[in-house]
């Protein structure tokens, strides 16, 4: 079985990862796996699509014409033709958003040619006109037809127009026609969400959760980390992300600082602006593609805490807990299929007495407390073989359908 992953990026972030983690397993179980994306490194079997100018043209003719994935014709006819040469028995379609890819020309190529195709819901933008999320915004225009969108100049912003009526007509036009389609969830909530959505018509709609690489995330000694960041004897409260902003819980992270005992200390890994001024007590830590650091970063932590309310599965806090740290998330979206009690604490609100709340009683509780049963979630739930294992039967489904 050949199998090509097609993603924005290849090697960092969770996706990138995502990709040749099940790349290396396709090729290591006697099937080929390949990687086709935008971004990042290359993979040993792997083509680039585009390059940076391409790149940045289709970023700006997306924002000055309100579309999303309608450029890039000429490093996607060059896509087809690889794929063509190629012959794969799957393709399997992650994140396509990040202006490298002509979605029309893809999806009526997989269709002429029924290709079977599965799509990863790593967020939401396959099954709305153009956004990633909704919850904050309260936005579900994408259930019928969307426009006079409230996101319009926010995630990949339109500048001038409201094309997202088009976007969404397209979409569900252009996904219709491929005839065996399935679309993956990568939690029960964004699985329910595609169910009411324009990929309701998929052949085939399921959950398979995000995994975690257990012999790469596992609890590792941080003692000389936290002497270099001067954190020792001091409880740490971790946060992750590739940016910090609001929809982050940045916000949040800098209003828990001032209530924060003195033996508290929050260590934030990822990019912040500039302008933003930090207290004395978060410690901030540049975003990193190094897993062994990430790895030292959720080892060292006493806690890790996720207060984004918006998350189609919160990979990071996955990974926090295959490290033997316990997580305080929020109850919403995804995220408490993440976190049960033995490992961790669902949040119903945000407000940062609660939140105070939730840490104390983890280290009164001690960190030790849940880092069994943290890590034993990961491996019931999360766990690497089993879950890529799933997407094998899948293909093999696809494959041997017969309309």
């Known amino acids: 079985m050949r199998v090509l992953q097609i ?84 393709v399997h379609l992650r994140n396509l958003h990040s202006n490298y890819i002509n979605l029309k020309l893809l999806l009526i190529f997989l269709a002429d040619n029924d290709i079977p195709t599965v799509i990863s819901l790593h967020d939401c933008w396959f099954y709305t006109g153009k956004c990633t999320h909704y919850t904050i915004d309260s936005c579900y225009r994408w259930k019928e037809s969307c426009g006079n969108c409230p996101k319009l100049n926010k995630d990949n912003p339109s500048w001038f127009f ?25 939690s029960d909530w964004i699985t329910s969400e595609a169910k009411k959505s324009i990929l309701s018509s998929a052949r085939t709609i399921t959950r398979i959760y995000n995994w975690i ?37 940045l916000n949040k ?19 912040i602006n500039r302008n933003i001024s930090l207290p004395k007590n978060i410690i901030h830590l540049p975003s990193t593609h190094n897993v062994s650091e990430l790895v030292k970063y959720y080892s060292m932590a006493d806690v890790y805490l996720h207060l984004s309310p918006e998350e189609t599965f919160g990979k990071t806090i996955a990974e926090a807990l295959s490290c033997g740290t316990p997580a305080i998330v929020m109850n919403s979206t995804a995220c408490p299929e993440v976190v049960d009690e033995n490992c961790g604490i669902v949040l ?12 104390s009683k983890i280290k009164v509780k001690g960190k030790k407390t849940y880092s069994l049963d943290a890590i034993s979630r990961v491996k019931e739930h999360f766990n ?11 293909y093999k489904q696809l494959i041997d359908y017969v309309d």
């Open 7 to 90: 993603n924005a990026v290849s090697g960092y972030s969770s996706t990138g990862r995502t990709c040749i983690e099940m790349a290396d397993y396709i090729n290591n179980t006697g099937h080929e796996g390949y990687i086709a994306y935008a971004d990042g490194f290359s993979y040993k079997r792997s083509y680039k699509i585009g390059n940076k100018i391409d790149h940045i043209i289709h970023a700006l003719f997306s924002r000055l014409f309100g579309l999303q994935a309608y450029f890039s014709v000429y490093s996607t006819r060059k896509l087809l033709k690889y794929i063509i040469k190629l012959n794969p028995d799957i």
């Open 162 to 186: 409201d094309r997202t009526a088009k976007l969404l007509r397209d979409k569900k036009k252009w996904f219709s026609q491929i005839p065996r389609l399935a679309v993956v969830g990568v």
């Open 213 to 249: 690489d257990l012999d790469v995330f596992k609890p590792v000694d941080a003692t000389e980390l936290k002497l270099k960041l001067n954190l020792e004897g001091k409880f740490i409260i971790l946060g992750v992300a590739s940016g910090w902003s609001n929809a982050k819980g």
């Open 253 to 271: 992270f800098l209003e828990l600082a001032t209530i924060l005992t003195d033996d508290m200390r929050i260590v934030l890994v990822g990019n």
């Open 348 to 359: 119903d609100n945000n407000q940062t007495d609660k939140i105070l709340e939730a840490i």
């Open 384 to 394: 690497l073989e089993s879950n890529i294992e799933k997407f094998v039967s899948l």
